[in-house]
């Protein structure tokens, strides 16, 4: 446009067109047409000025006196100082400098601190190309310039509009995987989406989306996928509280955003305390559970998944505190607890122990030493863990005499009844005070006996959202006397 149509326009029409200007100078170029990823289109050329520095030795303060000034360019993940362009001379250099409106659209010439530079000759302001191509925009950039936007039903929106588009950004990343839910009106872009996902990711090898719920594969809590870029391997290891898990992601249940949920319910295990984890998966709550040298029992009817879990034990050195099972929960839940009481059996842990000398009765240092200890496993549960919210509250009825036909005064000495961690789903509310009562409710009714949100050591937690109006809640109850030993 110009100047002088620029002038007859009045100022906020002006100050509109210098912020489109503005907002539109260091985005990527828009195709809302394309259906391929075309790399090469996402090349910009953006005329800017530069201030040529007429003697290296002075780069450094001329480029913190611009910088005072604010005549430098600010631009994210690009080096302002660049080679002088169009010479032969490679070791001049020059700073680049910002455009001459601000990020509201307002006109904002240099400062006089540029041109005092410019007359003292110790730069030159010369003109200068910045280039930026596919591989300076992020995965935000380049998705948002060619998604279409949802319109509603009065919207005409062209291909090349400039308009916000809602973008595929959530996703978990599981060791080399990134793994996306996508919706349905995203499903065209898919292959692309997953191309840029993979370019924009150094860590990322694979990239795939889910194609049916988790469990309408198997009982196993797996799901069918596709690769959308990338290679076909989902053997994954990835860390968590300080501990490493490798496994076949196609084949056994993992979920990142869990991670919060393992270390919860770890710290409320104590050392010493023994540990049934009924549906333990490849191990996130039963092996960092085990480095904190609490005795757990970890079972698991996936075969993939405990074969998993039987490594895992291996690879994190917590075999003596850590067991593996491959069974039914609903039996395990009592056969467990029956053989616990009669099994006599001690780890062996290594400490560390300073140990101080003296020389004529002054403390001289010393060494470290390591010293071996026995740590007696209890003959009873403190907690059962069940984490497999879509239908763990159906196993709440295998506590149901738990210990019939014993005594609590035959128990062993310091036992307690367990408490017992069960997670589960609800629907979503502002406050979850419905959904504390029906879960309490739920749980009273598949035990047997009354559990009030009031109840000693009852607690509801909200783990975290499912779905728009799903939640994941974990219950946690004191196994009631009532329950434990009813015939």
Same mark, same amino acid.
């Given at each position: 446009m110009s100047e002088l149509l620029l002038h007859a326009l009045d100022k906020r029409t002006k100050q509109s067109l210098y912020l489109q200007m503005a907002e539109e100078m260091f985005r990527?170029?828009?195709?809302?047409?394309?259906?391929?990823?075309?790399?090469?289109?996402?090349?910009? @050329?953006?005329?800017?000025?530069?201030? @040529?520095?007429?003697?290296? &030795?002075?780069?450094?303060?001329?480029?913190? *006196?611009?910088?005072?000034?604010? !005549?430098?360019?600010?631009?994210?993940?690009?080096?302002?100082?660049?080679?002088?362009? $169009?010479?032969?001379?490679?070791?001049?250099?020059?700073? #680049?400098?910002?455009?001459?409106?601000?990020?509201?659209?307002?006109?904002?010439?240099?400062?006089?601190?540029?041109?005092?530079? @410019?007359? &003292?000759?110790?730069?030159?302001?010369?003109?200068? @190309?910045?280039?930026?191509?596919?591989?300076?925009?992020?995965?935000? !950039?380049?998705?948002? &310039?060619?998604?279409? %936007?949802?319109? &509603?039903?009065?919207?005409?929106?062209?291909?090349?509009?400039?308009?916000? *588009?809602?973008?595929?950004?959530?996703?978990?990343?599981?060791?080399?995987?990134?793994?996306?839910?996508?919706?349905?009106? /995203?499903?065209? /872009?898919?292959?692309?989406?997953?191309?840029?996902?993979?370019?924009?990711?150094?860590?990322?090898?694979t990239v795939i989306n889910k194609i049916d719920d988790v469990g309408e594969e198997s009982a196993f809590r797996t799901f069918r996928y596709e690769v959308l870029a990338g290679k076909d391997d989902l053997n994954v290891t990835v860390r968590e509280q300080e501990c490493w898990f490798a496994f076949d992601y196609a084949k056994v249940y993992w979920n990142s955003r869990l991670s919060t949920e393992h270390e919860r319910l770890v710290e409320k295990f104590k050392d010493g305390e023994?540990?049934?984890? *009924?549906? %333990?998966?490849?191990?996130?709550?039963?092996?960092?559970?085990?480095?904190?040298?609490?005795?757990?029992?970890?079972? !698991?009817?996936?075969?993939?998944?405990?074969?998993?879990? #039987?490594?895992?034990?291996?690879? $994190?050195? *917590?075999a003596g505190f850590v067991r593996g099972f491959n069974t039914d929960g609903h039996g395990f839940i009592k056969s467990a607890a029956r053989e616990l009481l009669s099994m006599d059996y001690e780890a062996e842990v290594e400490e560390k122990v300073h140990k101080e000398k003296k020389e004529n009765g002054v403390k001289k240092g010393g060494r470290t030493r390591p010293i071996k200890r026995k740590v007696k496993q209890p003959r009873y549960f403190s907690h059962y863990v069940m984490n497999l919210p879509a239908s763990a509250t159906d196993f709440l009825p295998d506590f149901i005499g738990l210990f019939s036909g014993l005594k609590k005064d035959e128990m062993p000495e310091g036992f307690k009844l367990p408490l017992i961690h069960c997670h589960c789903f609800d629907t979503k509310s502002d406050d979850n005070l419905e959904q504390t009562d029906r879960i309490c409710a739920l749980v009273s009714e598949k035990i047997g006996f009354e559990i009030k949100p009031t109840t000693p050591e009852t607690e509801v937690w909200d783990v975290r959202d499912v779905a728009p109006k799903k939640r994941m809640f974990c219950v946690t109850f004191r196994l009631p006397e009532e329950v434990a030993f009813r015939s």
């Open positions: 990527p170029p828009i195709n809302r047409a394309m259906k391929v990823l075309d790399r090469s289109f996402f090349s910009k @050329q953006i005329p800017l000025s530069a201030a @040529q520095v007429l003697n290296n &030795s002075n780069i450094s303060h001329i480029k913190n *006196v611009l910088e005072k000034s604010k !005549d430098g360019l600010v631009l994210p993940r690009y080096r302002h100082i660049q080679p002088l362009p $169009n010479t032969a001379n490679n070791d001049a250099r020059c700073i #680049v400098l910002r455009p001459q409106m601000n990020d509201r659209g307002d006109q904002w010439p240099y400062s006089p601190t540029l041109y005092e530079l @410019q007359t &003292s000759r110790q730069i030159d302001i010369i003109p200068f @190309q910045l280039s930026l191509d596919y591989t300076y925009w992020t995965y935000q !950039d380049i998705i948002s &310039s060619i998604l279409p %936007a949802v319109p &509603s039903s009065t919207d005409v929106i062209e291909e090349d509009a400039d308009v916000d *588009v809602e973008m595929p950004t959530s996703f978990q990343i599981i060791g080399h995987v990134a793994h996306l839910n996508l919706r349905e009106r /995203y499903l065209p /872009y898919r292959k692309m989406i997953g191309e840029i996902l993979l370019d924009k990711n150094v860590a990322i090898s023994a540990v049934c984890d *009924v549906m %333990a998966g490849i191990g996130p709550f039963a092996i960092p559970a085990g480095k904190k040298r609490c005795f757990v029992w970890a079972n !698991d009817l996936n075969p993939d998944s405990y074969s998993s879990l #039987v490594k895992n034990i291996e690879r $994190n050195k *917590v």
